[in-house]
């Protein structure tokens, strides 16, 4: 079952420190692996997306990372701001048919606060 | 901001009555596809849609929802005989060709509360 799996669940640090959250997925096949950010009553907004052949891609002060091998991805915040506070969500596109069609696979994403 | 727009934002309902929810995707985006979070978990897909066309309804009720993207008009998600069990947050997204390679944006959402 292709499933998307994160940790930690939630998470509370002060403002300037930097964190780590991570994504576990069985899902395949894989076409690419994104992060998204969900400010709480928002849509959620894109931060990276990632190919297989990719290891590491930054946006800003957000850096995503991904070991297709043993199926694992993490998202590094640096300097963490309050706004930084919402949920971080992982999404594993596999690929539907061969139409060029893809199913995106979310995780129940990971709740960060960040306190002054 | 001419971004994916879901309307209504907030809508309440009486158990047993219609809940129509509107999505106009962006400017130049033929692909939409519709989202159900629960309090306190993550999305689920529901359907995806192309002009006129459903292409994946795997995550789609098999009953009292529906959803079309006519040629001409928004795209709708219709939930009929609504029970508290619907309420939730439904999110459209769009794209401008199949997902494969590229971002997807989401609207804001439609808040759907069953009484």
């Known amino acids: 079952k292709n499933q998307v799996e994160q940790s930690p669940q939630s998470l509370i640090i002060l403002e300037g420190k930097n964190c780590t959250l991570q994504?576990?997925?069985?899902?395949?096949?894989?076409?690419?692996l994104r992060w998204y950010k969900q400010d709480t009553g928002r849509g959620p907004v894109s931060l990276t997306i990632m190919t297989f052949s990719e290891n590491t891609k930054s946006n800003g002060r957000y850096t995503a990372t991904l070991d297709a091998d043993t199926k694992q991805s993490s998202l590094h915040i640096t300097a963490s701001q309050l706004s930084d506070s919402a949920s971080y969500i992982c999404v594993v596109s596999a690929p539907l048919g061969t139409g060029g069609y893809n199913k995106l696979i979310f995780g129940a994403g990971t709740r960060l606060a960040v306190h002054p | 901001n001419a971004g994916v727009m879901q309307n209504p934002r907030h809508l309440v309902r009486r158990r047993g009555q219609e809940a129509r929810l509107r999505c106009s995707p962006m400017k130049g985006h033929s692909h939409v596809y519709w989202y159900r979070q629960l309090p306190e978990e993550g999305l689920k897909f529901m359907v995806y849609l192309q002009k006129e066309n459903i292409i994946d309804e795997s995550g789609m009720p098999k009953e009292r929802f529906s959803a079309e993207f006519p040629k001409e008009g928004p795209s709708i998600l219709r939930i009929q005989q609504v029970v508290r069990g619907d309420s939730a947050a439904y999110f459209c997204a769009s794209s401008p060709t199949p997902q494969r390679l590229g971002t997807i944006y989401f609207g804001e959402g439609s808040w759907l509360t069953v009484v």
């Open positions: 994504c576990n997925y069985t899902v395949s096949p894989f076409s690419n």
